[in-house]
């Protein structure tokens, strides 16, 4: 399990229900309705199980993971139903649905903290899609791709960092963009390549190495800005995520010109949504973009020789960060989609002591020109 907080839940979240959400509960109640009818036609329980995969991801979208768990089990326990009566050729395609309700089962292990549950049900996710595999199929590489990023993934959050890299590099040599030039025209084969690249300079990060995180960071750009992909509003929080965590390693390498740009450019995309109808997503985003951006007019100024002074932002930042982080309902390092962001505590941390330092400022003069002084003296002195 991991070193997170799941369990803290801020009051008066409401989170913004998905249009998909909507559409998808208005189906399985339509195909309930069938099965109440024709009990013993297997296709309405499986399209019922399908649905209900798909309505966990909805819920983990926005942030409500007991729905999201609930309706992943329940598709799992009919599947395991289903598999006792089914003929040969139906066991096939309800193992791809149970490797399917295994991962969603593993993302909200995922975002709750919890690694080693996680790691588990990935596990036999890509267990069965290994059983599926078949070379000439694309769908089929697709899926045992995901089986391979996620568990690297999760074994990397669990500490494993090597097995964690070597797995979402194994399965990012199954899509077709890792012998590629061009970004992916499909949005499948798009979000799976740049969520990989993403999770891949994480762990680099982790390792020390901010020169390859930022490659994988510009990669996962490339991917989700890809023309044939423009306009595709899902795609919006996935590239400022990208955008932003290049901003990270930007910063990171002493860049700050081109770290300020690329925090600003996912800044935009996200405010191409008003606030009110950011997803959940988009919002562990935007926190992550306000606690980076008080990083870094904090760090810029250290690096440039200077003293802290009252006009500087870095305090308004990390109180955006933190407004938004009280408004979410789970305070944990990962977002819905499993990137992770800064802590709730860390930021907290971080404000405390920038305001300790403001308050020591303004005892010295409006523009802390008294306290710049006194530092000065000091150096003198020494």
Same mark, same amino acid.
């Given at each position: 399990?991991?070193?997170?907080?799941?369990?803290? +839940?801020?009051?008066?979240?409401?989170?913004?229900?998905?249009?998909?959400?909507?559409?998808?509960? %208005?189906?399985?109640?339509?195909?309930?309705?069938?099965?109440?009818?024709?009990?013993?036609?297997?296709?309405?329980? #499986?399209?019922?199980?399908?649905? !209900?995969? +798909? $309505?966990?991801?909805?819920?983990?979208? %926005?942030?409500?993971?007991?729905?999201?768990?609930?309706?992943?089990?329940?598709?799992?326990?009919? =599947?395991?139903?289903?598999?006792?009566? @089914?003929?040969?050729?139906?066991?096939?395609?309800?193992?791809?649905?149970?490797?399917?309700?295994?991962?969603?089962?593993?993302?909200?292990?995922?975002?709750?903290?919890?690694? #080693?549950?996680?790691?588990?049900?990935?596990?036999?996710?890509?267990?069965?899609?290994? !059983?599926?595999?078949?070379?000439?199929?694309?769908?089929?590489?697709?899926?045992?791709?995901?089986?391979?990023?996620?568990?690297?993934?999760?074994?990397?959050?669990?500490?494993?960092?090597?097995?964690?890299?070597?797995? $979402?590099?194994?399965? +990012?040599?199954?899509?077709?963009?890792?012998?590629?030039? %061009?970004?992916?025209? %499909?949005?499948?084969?798009?979000?799976?390549?740049?969520?990989?690249?993403?999770?891949?300079?994480?762990?680099?990060?982790?390792?020390?190495?901010?020169?390859?995180?930022?490659?994988?960071?510009?990669? *996962?750009?490339?991917?989700?800005?890809?023309?044939?992909?423009?306009?595709?509003?899902? =795609?919006?929080?996935?590239?400022?995520?990208?955008?932003?965590?290049?901003?990270?390693?930007? @910063?990171?390498?002493?860049?700050?010109?081109?770290?300020?740009?690329?925090?600003?450019?996912?800044?935009?995309?996200?405010? $191409?949504?008003?606030?009110? !109808?950011?997803?959940?997503?988009?919002?562990?985003? =935007?926190?992550?973009?306000? @606690?980076?951006?008080?990083?870094?007019?904090?760090?810029?100024?250290?690096?440039?020789?200077? @003293?802290?002074?009252?006009?500087?932002?870095?305090?308004?930042?990390?109180?955006?960060?933190?407004?938004?982080? #009280?408004? +979410?309902? $789970?305070?944990?390092?990962?977002?819905?989609?499993?990137?992770?962001?800064?802590?709730?505590?860390?930021?907290?941390?971080?404000?405390?002591?920038?305001?300790?330092?403001?308050?020591?400022?303004?005892?010295?003069?409006?523009?802390?020109?008294?306290?710049?002084?006194?530092? *000065?003296?000091?150096?003198?002195?020494?």
């Amino acid at each position: 399990m991991g070193s997170v907080d799941g369990q803290g +839940l801020a009051d008066g979240y409401e989170g913004r229900p998905s249009v998909s959400l909507k559409y998808h509960l %208005d189906s399985i109640d339509v195909f309930r309705k069938l099965q109440q009818k024709q009990p013993d036609v297997l296709l309405w329980q #499986q399209s019922i199980a399908f649905l !209900e995969v +798909l $309505i966990s991801g909805d819920y983990l979208q %926005d942030a409500k993971v007991d729905p999201a768990m609930r309706h992943a089990q329940e598709a799992l326990q009919i =599947l395991n139903r289903l598999d006792k009566i @089914a003929d040969t050729a139906t066991k096939s395609t309800l193992a791809g649905q149970k490797a399917a309700a295994h991962s969603k089962i593993g993302d909200t292990f995922l975002f709750g903290g919890h690694w #080693q549950e996680a790691a588990s049900e990935y596990r036999t996710e890509l267990a069965l899609y290994k !059983e599926l595999y078949d070379v000439r199929d694309q769908g089929a590489r697709g899926n045992l791709a995901d089986g391979y990023i996620n568990l690297g993934h999760a074994e990397s959050l669990e500490g494993n960092l090597s097995a964690g890299l070597n797995s $979402i590099r194994r399965g +990012l040599d199954l899509l077709p963009t890792s012998t590629s030039l %061009d970004p992916p025209a %499909d949005l499948d084969t798009a979000v799976a390549s740049g969520n990989a690249l993403i999770y891949q300079g994480e762990i680099q990060e982790r390792l020390g190495d901010e020169n390859r995180a930022l490659h994988s960071y510009q990669r *996962a750009v490339s991917m989700f800005d890809s023309p044939a992909l423009a306009n595709r509003h899902m =795609l919006h929080a996935l590239t400022a995520t990208a955008d932003a965590k290049a901003a990270d390693a930007l @910063a990171a390498l002493g860049y700050d010109k081109k770290a300020g740009d690329a925090y600003q450019k996912a800044l935009t995309i996200l405010k $191409i949504q008003s606030d009110s !109808e950011l997803t959940a997503q988009s919002q562990y985003t =935007l926190l992550a973009i306000y @606690a980076g951006l008080g990083d870094l007019e904090s760090s810029s100024t250290q690096r440039a020789g200077k @003293a802290a002074t009252v006009g500087s932002h870095d305090c308004e930042w990390y109180e955006k960060s933190l407004g938004l982080w #009280q408004k +979410l309902p $789970i305070r944990n390092s990962i977002s819905p989609n499993g990137f992770k962001v800064p802590e709730f505590h860390t930021v907290s941390n971080k404000l405390a002591r920038c305001q300790q330092v403001r308050g020591s400022l303004s005892s010295f003069g409006s523009d802390g020109s008294g306290y710049n002084k006194r530092l *000065a003296g000091q150096g003198r002195q020494e």
